[in-house]
């Protein structure tokens, strides 16, 4: 299955942020504490097909820049490595929308099936998927007037 190519991706932070958003490369994001954001992402029939891992510095700027929330609240959330409820809502719906690319890219539609919080626990099944080294786009995203951080889509071999 293909991955969607970062301008794809680009386009769906500036559309929902409504601002400049960067695109380099990343690096996969650790699973450690403070713990990303994970999403998961089934087919049709229902089997696991992607993840999406946002890093909580991603998470935080990206949640506070969708809902308009001053810069020094995502900064706050990122030096206490706690993503706030309101901030992970936001996410969520980001990481929704990003479904689209991710079903366009692979020719399959895809449909958000699960958004894990860093404090929420992660299933050693989706664990070991997040850390696998295979087909995968890590990405960095600088959201304008905010900060960036690391977004890691991953392709599920099941």
């Known amino acids: ?3 969607p190519d970062r301008k794809l991706i680009k386009d769906v932070f500036e559309g929902l942020l ?3 958003v960067a695109v380099g490369d990343g690096t996969p994001i650790s699973l450690d504490a403070p713990r990303p954001v994970v999403a998961t992402y089934i087919d049709p029939h229902h089997q696991l097909a992607f993840l999406a891992v946002m890093d909580l510095p991603l998470a935080a700027y990206a949640g ?3 809902a308009l929330i001053p810069k020094g609240g995502a ?3 990122i030096e206490d490595g706690v993503l706030p409820d309101n901030l992970f809502e936001n996410v969520s719906e980001i990481l929704n929308v990003l479904a689209a690319p991710i079903g366009e890219a692979s020719g399959v539609h895809q449909r958000l099936s699960t958004t894990l919080a860093p404090a929420d626990p992660l299933p ?15 990405v960095t995203l600088e959201v304008a007037g905010y900060g960036s951080g ?3 889509i991953v392709t599920v071999f099941s």
């Open 1 to 3: 299955m293909s991955l």
């Open 18 to 20: 409504g601002r400049d």
């Open 64 to 66: 506070a820049a969708l």
């Open 75 to 77: 900064e706050a959330a």
């Open 124 to 138: 050693p099944h989706i664990a070991s998927c997040a850390a696998t080294v295979g087909a995968r786009e890590d």
């Open 150 to 152: 690391t977004l890691s």
